[in-house]
């Protein structure tokens, strides 16, 4: 079964650094998202994209973070200047042509600041 | 703002009962999804529902969405050890097209063997 790909699983980063977590979602799907969860608490949405552009994001997205599809295959989540209440799992998920009736989640990356 | 509200939180029961998870809000949403989560798992999508009064089966899980489209249940019939995980529901709060998921806050189910 088509699976969105998530790397690395679990990063560490010193606080003030940028990191780069990576998604390859799945591959005939069009609308493809950002989502994080702080430990013990609810899934929020970061980002949608769609057609090369964000479609809508959260407050949450400020201009710490940004998003990419460079290839036509990976997409990308950077956050320039960590800070330790961005310590989260991130979930990439992705959507086919019918949007919010039929998303797949990736397994998460662990992100901790330290 | 668009709220969800899952109901209990935490639920522990024996093996062979059945047991009914709520999903509420005040605010109307075109489609409802249901989601297990395990830990350090992403979530894995088990329904999504359309329709209001729309009832689906998946074998001992039925899934319903009110009838104005504002509330949502998960009824497991006879639970077993395996259904045990985090269960979340999620509208989809686009404006725009843009299909974000807004989601509750989860209920957890242990089943004893």
């Known amino acids: 079964e088509p699976e969105v790909t998530q790397t690395p699983s679990h990063q560490v980063t010193q606080m003030g650094q940028e990191v780069i977590l990576r998604c390859v979602p799945i591959s005939n799907h069009l609308y493809f998202y950002w989502y994080r969860q702080i430990l013990g608490q609810k899934v929020e949405f970061l980002v949608s994209?769609?057609?090369?552009?964000?479609?809508?994001k959260s407050e949450i997205f400020d201009d710490q973070f940004s998003v990419e599809r460079p290839d036509g295959s990976n997409f990308t989540l950077k956050i320039r200047s960590t800070k330790l209440e961005d310590s989260a799992m991130y979930f990439c998920a992705s959507s086919d042509a019918q949007g919010a009736y039929y998303y797949t989640f990736g397994s998460g990356t662990r992100l901790t600041v330290v | 703002t668009q709220l969800l509200e899952q109901s209990p939180q935490f639920l522990s029961i024996q093996e062979g009962e059945n047991l009914t998870v709520y999903c509420n809000s005040s605010s109307v949403f075109s489609s409802l999804q249901w989601y297990r989560q395990e830990p350090g798992e992403g979530p894995v999508l088990l329904v999504t529902?359309?329709?209001?009064?729309e009832v689906k089966k998946l074998k001992r899980l039925t899934f319903q969405f009110g009838d104005a489209r504002k509330d949502s249940s998960l009824h497991i019939t006879a639970a077993q050890p395996g259904d045990t995980g985090l269960y979340l529901c999620a509208g989809d709060g686009s404006k725009d097209s843009s299909y974000k998921l807004i989601f509750g806050s989860g209920t957890r189910l242990l089943v004893r063997p």
């Open positions: 529902v359309v329709t209001g009064g």
């Open positions: 994209f769609y057609n090369n552009e964000i479609s809508e």
